[in-house]
């Protein structure tokens, strides 16, 4: 009986500490920029029948966070990447400064759409855990 | 050798300031606008070379579009109202994808509306076509009750004076960030 309470009050320290932690660690403070990148042979392979995605249908970022969507086509050809045309060498680099969810044109993909999800910076205690845990999901 | 090294860091950090960032997404490097040759509202033929050494803000849309193009004209005439004098070295341009609908006289009509000054284009449909391709510009023409309606990209370049393609500002932005794009590019 008194093994099992000390499990609980053991249990309920460590979550409370994992929480704490989570809450309280600073949020990533190197690059903003989240890159995606067309890469050399991309036509020469669709060419030859291969489907390849090279952006995911749905992007996150996060303002203040990584709110900076760098797109670069390394290929020999001009691609439609994401919301423009892009030239062999050329980068797009778009920032967000405000959370919405947008939705862009791209060839890219068979649903010809693209979204751009965009967080609001997480400021409180209890939003950076809310993050973390979406961030991590999304991962998953 | 202090105070020199210190008016130098000084004098970075308001040429840093004053370049300030571009709130549209930019292009590295930066390409030549593709040009064209189109029926211009004005008149007269339109094309991007006679607009050199002004700041051109190209767009794509049609007359009888109810959504996004009466919200970006209305945004592109409030930011020329707020650039002030500055406005001289803007050119807005308009290049309908419905040319069976936007004739010159139609189009000029309903950019008055939102600035007198905006310039549109029409032609052809193979002409308009092969802009929309140079510039990456979709348009898909849907049947919509008795008529039709185009779904289009909302999005909008920025040319600097020298025609080249610099940034491209996604749909909702607002009458300020195009202030503070169109001010980046008229300082250069």
Not at chain 1, 78 to 100: D, I, K
Not at chain 2, 43 to 57: M, W
Request: charged share 20%; proline share 7%.
């Amino acid at each position: 009986m008194r093994a099992r309470k000390w499990v609980l009050v053991v249990s309920a320290a460590v979550m409370i500490a994992v929480l704490g932690t989570v809450a309280l660690l600073p949020l990533p403070s190197g690059s903003r920029e989240r890159v995606f990148e067309i890469p050399p042979g991309t036509w020469a392979r669709r060419m030859a029948g291969e489907k390849i995605e090279t952006l995911p249908d749905h992007i996150y970022l996060t303002v203040g966070v990584r709110d900076i969507l760098v797109l670069k086509n390394q290929d020999v050809v001009p691609q439609t990447f994401g919301p423009t045309l892009m030239m062999p060498g050329q980068s797009f680099t778009l920032p967000f400064e405000r959370a919405a969810e947008y939705q862009f044109a791209c060839t890219a993909h068979a649903s010809g759409q693209m979204t751009i999800v965009v967080d609001p910076y997480p400021a409180t205690p209890w939003a950076r855990v809310s993050w973390r845990a979406r961030e991590l999901l999304r991962r998953l | 050798m202090r105070i020199r090294h210190l008016w130098l860091l000084l004098a970075c950090l308001i040429a840093t300031t004053a370049t300030g960032a571009f709130k549209s997404g930019v292009f590295d490097p930066p390409r030549q606008a593709p040009e064209f040759s189109l029926q211009g509202t004005d008149g007269q033929t339109l094309n991007l070379n006679k607009y050199r050494g002004k700041v051109v803000v190209l767009a794509f849309g049609y007359s009888s579009c109810t959504a996004v193009c009466p919200v970006t004209l209305h945004t592109f005439a409030l930011a020329v109202r707020k650039l002030g004098p500055a406005a001289s070295g803007v050119q807005v341009v308009y290049v309908t994808v419905d040319p069976e609908r936007d004739t010159p006289a139609r189009l000029k009509q309903f950019l008055a509306n939102f600035d007198p000054t905006f310039i549109g284009g029409t032609g052809t449909e193979q002409q308009l076509g092969q802009v929309r391709k140079d510039y990456g510009v979709s348009a898909k023409k849907l049947p919509y009750e008795n008529t039709y309606v185009y779904d289009h990209s909302s999005f909008t370049y920025l040319l600097d004076r020298t025609g080249r393609i610099r940034a491209l500002m996604p749909y909702g932005h607002s009458a300020d960030d195009f202030v503070n794009d169109l001010n980046i590019l008229l300082r250069e």
